[in-house]
Structures are given as structure tokens and as C-alpha cells.
């Protein structure tokens, strides 16, 4: 059974920082990348960030300079640093696992994140 648990969201002040952690469990093979969405209400999910096998990573406009993903292979973690968060940034932001054989994504349960004053 495969399972993504996400922790680190909340409130927090525009300006301010939250870091995202989600610790994935069970057998997962031949990830291709893992990543982290958002959903604001009444919008559609969107790639916030996205870190290949090999580790290059890629971001969304919106969130370039600011948002920062890294992993941690030997504790099957994968992270999102967010600075400088903006009230736009509210959404709940899902951790995503992609695997190239067979094509298949994995999802995590999803963690708030809310910034306002």
C-alpha cells in the first residue's frame, strides 16, 4: 500500500515562510519525478514544482525565486521551502509522485496553506 502523507501547512502572514514535507511509504518504483500541486478554490489544480529522478527541477511562473523543492531519497521525503508567501498562495497543495513504469501517479491527501494578514 502506498502511501504520501503531507505535513506543514497553515496560516501564515504575507511575507512569511512555510516548508512542506511529504513522506512517501510502500513500494514505489521507477519514480520519474515527484512534485507538489495546488488547488485554489474555484480554480483548477495547478504545477506549483517538480523534481526529476536525476534532479532538475522545474517551477511554475508564479512561483520562481520564492518556492524552492528539494528530496530527500533516504527518507523518501520530498519538500517545498515557499518565502515570501502572497495571499495568492493560498490554495491546498497537494504532493504528487510520478512513475514511469507502468505510467502511474500517486497522490497525497493534500495540506492547507493560507496566507493572510
Known amino acids: 500500500q502506498v502511501q504520501l502523507v503531507e505535513s506543514g501547512g497553515g496560516l501564515v502572514q504575507p511575507g512569511g515562510s512555510l516548508r512542506l514535507s511529504c513522506a512517501f511509504s510502500?513500494?514505489?518504483?521507477?519514480?520519474?519525478?515527484m512534485g507538489w500541486y495546488r488547488q485554489a478554490p474555484g480554480k483548477q489544480r495547478e504545477l506549483v514544482a517538480a523534481?526529476?529522478?536525476?534532479?532538475?527541477?522545474d517551477y511554475a511562473d508564479s512561483v520562481k525565486g520564492r518556492f524552492t523543492i528539494s528530496k530527500n531519497a533516504a527518507k523518501n521525503t520530498v519538500y517545498l521551502q515557499m518565502d515570501s508567501l502572497k495571499v495568492e498562495d493560498t490554495a491546498v497543495y497537494y504532493c504528487?509522485?510520478?512513475?514511469?513504469?507502468?505510467?502511474?501517479?500517486?497522490w497525497g491527501q493534500g495540506t492547507q496553506v493560507t496566507v493572510s494578514s
Open positions: 523534481i526529476t529522478n536525476r534532479g532538475s527541477t
Open positions: 510502500g513500494s514505489i518504483f521507477s519514480i520519474g519525478a
Open positions: 504528487n509522485i510520478a512513475t514511469l513504469w507502468p505510467a502511474r501517479d500517486y
